[in-house]
């Protein structure tokens, strides 16, 4: 096999031409396909973001947090933690945190 | 309300059902698949997306899917190289006495990802490539082992992650087709 240029890694964008995901692996699709990342820059990011994200809520003495949990009318983890992450690899990307998913009627890699 | 899923894409679409949303919308809307996050209302008309009851955990289907929507049917004999990663196998059933404590969900989505890997390798992977085929262009790698009861949620567990996928691509049935994996990709550049 080729080694890899460190100074310049091949970016999935410039290989694939369609990459889709659920949850997770949307994130990443997100991450490589529509704001180019290359690899080593994804992986960073998505440690980054379920490090912030997963931390469980503060539940103890949080009795209606519970009732909530225990009628499923919420996740269990927090939502606006995962949307500040998601906005904060957007803006270290290059873009405002409020860019849209598609910016271009045909874009080279599609996601 | 009817569930369905739905496709949230960065490039105009000959689909009806198009989301006008920002990137971390998108984000939010895809993990709220997970169970794991509130459902969020997006788009134009406010639709809500909520946990992944739909089914659609491995989208290998819905990818392919829109390749031939997007291309057309050609794009069965134009594709060189048909890529789909997961995230762990499940256990196998009866294994082990630490079953009670994984989150029933991580079994059930794991389960239904694989089943829905081997229908697509049964089902269409064969109708990839241009005749005649001499090479695969499908590949799927999942780690086989080590992490059935590692749970998306579980970022203190990055090292055994690492470390059960290190393991997974050294076998050598997997390595080879690491190598025939980027073989299929560098004829795509070439």
Not at chain 1, 24 to 34: Q, V
Not at chain 2, 96 to 118: D, P, R
Request: hydrophobic share 35%; with cysteine; glycine share 8%.
């Amino acid at each position: 096999m080729r080694t890899v240029d460190p100074t310049n890694p091949p970016k999935p964008c410039d290989y694939f031409d369609l990459i889709g995901g659920t949850s997770t692996g949307g994130l990443i699709a997100i991450m490589l396909g529509r704001l180019k990342m290359d690899i080593e820059a994804c992986i960073e990011a998505y440690l980054q973001i379920s490090k912030d994200v997963f931390q469980p809520r503060k539940r103890k003495y949080d009795l209606l947090g519970r009732a909530n949990d225990a009628l499923k009318v919420r996740g269990r983890f927090n939502s606006e933690t995962l949307k500040w992450g998601i906005q904060r690899i957007v803006v270290q990307a290059g873009e405002n945190e409020e860019a849209k998913l598609r910016v271009e009627a045909h874009p080279k890699c599609r996601v | 309300m009817g569930l369905h899923t739905a496709l949230l894409r960065n490039y105009d679409s000959s689909r009806p059902e198009g989301f006008d949303c920002a990137i971390w919308e998108a984000g939010r809307a895809t993990s709220a698949a997970s169970s794991f996050f509130d459902p969020i209302q997006i788009g134009r008309f406010q639709e809500t997306f909520v946990d992944g009851g739909t089914g659609c955990n491995n989208p290998v289907d819905k990818v392919f899917e829109e390749a031939l929507e997007i291309w057309g049917e050609r794009a069965r004999e134009r594709i060189n190289c048909f890529l789909s990663i997961g995230t762990g196998q499940p256990a196998e059933r009866g294994f082990g006495n630490g079953l009670k404590e994984i989150a029933s969900t991580v079994i059930h989505i794991s389960t239904e990802t694989e089943q829905t890997a081997a229908r697509f390798a049964r089902v269409n992977a064969p109708s990839i490539g241009a005749a005649p085929k001499r090479e695969k262009i499908y590949f799927r790698f999942n780690v086989a082992k080590g992490l059935e009861e590692t749970g998306l949620e579980r970022h203190e567990d990055m090292a055994k992650i690492a470390a059960a996928t290190k393991v997974y691509l050294s076998s050598p049935q997997i390595s080879d087709d690491l190598i025939a994996c980027a073989g299929a990709l560098r004829s795509y550049c070439m």
